[in-house]
């Protein structure tokens, strides 16, 4: 059998086996480079967003066992709880009391939220303690189109669960940095805390009950977060497979280039191979 070169590949004439080196050397054109590059740069962004999924998923697990080890605690007043020192994320969620006077004229409200599917406010009423400190009170949530039904009057007592100050997040709308607020995107503390008489407890409460109590049906109390584990493991097995679909899709790209490359090369060595084969009789006979 003779062999014939064409270009660049070297094809045996007889069973089509192209040069290893000449075949491959088209993974290495600027072409093929980008496309690698894309790929790389894809299989890693999924990667990495699985296991952002898979970190959100263990950060909810910790914030549920938080709650669910908190919110049945039986109330303990707030004082014996709030200590200096204490650690506001550690206490978040622990049902307290307290008892004082509302402030109705220094009411405002936390806007753009939502429960059970409805758009609404969640109405802040400040407590006047018997120290003279304030308790921010987070008395509940009231939907866009419902009145709010005032604080109770006279001496309260209040339960409701402990949280820490809130903070504008990524992306979050943000308040007027100076003057009093009626309307406000957060209960940031210490933002709110110059318009109030007093100082200001660091934390506030997510109110449950009081004595006298609330009118109804608004506001209605906070409802707790969802202590499921929501989608995130799906989620993460979503990107981790779609990171094995491009690696597998970049193999059949390649394979199939080399396939085509290579029946190609056949055809051109069949066309040829006669040629060749003519060329040496014509030099044979003369």
Known sequence: MRDVEIG????????????AGSMYRFLLTPKWLAFHLLVLVGIVTMVNLGFWQLRRLE???????????????????L???????????????????????YLPDEQL?????????????IVVTPLQLEDGRVLLVSRGFVPLDQPVAA???GDVVVTGRLQPSQERRTGGLSDAPTGDLAEAQRVDIERLAPQLPGDV??????????????????????????LTDGPHLSYAVQWFIFAIAV???WVLAVRKSISTRRAAARRAAAGAAPEAVDATTSSSSG
């Open 247 to 249: 690696a597998v899709g």
């Open 59 to 77: 950060e909810r697990q910790e914030r549920n066992a938080a709650v669910a080890s908190r919110v049945d605690l039986p109330p303990a007043p």
């Open 8 to 19: 660049k590949l070297h094809i045996d004439d007889g069973t089509g086996t192209v040069s």
């Open 201 to 226: 407890v660091p934390m506030y409460v997510e109110l449950t009950s009081s004595e006298p109590p609330e009118a109804t049906p608004y506001p209605e109390p906070l409802t707790l977060p969802d």
């Open 151 to 153: 604080a109770p009057t």
């Open 79 to 101: 004082d014996d709880v709030l200590v200096d020192g204490a650690d506001p994320d550690d206490l978040r969620w622990r049902p307290v009391t307290a008892a004082g006077r």
């Open 109 to 121: 409200v936390v806007v753009n939220r939502s429960q059970h599917g409805l758009a609404g406010e």
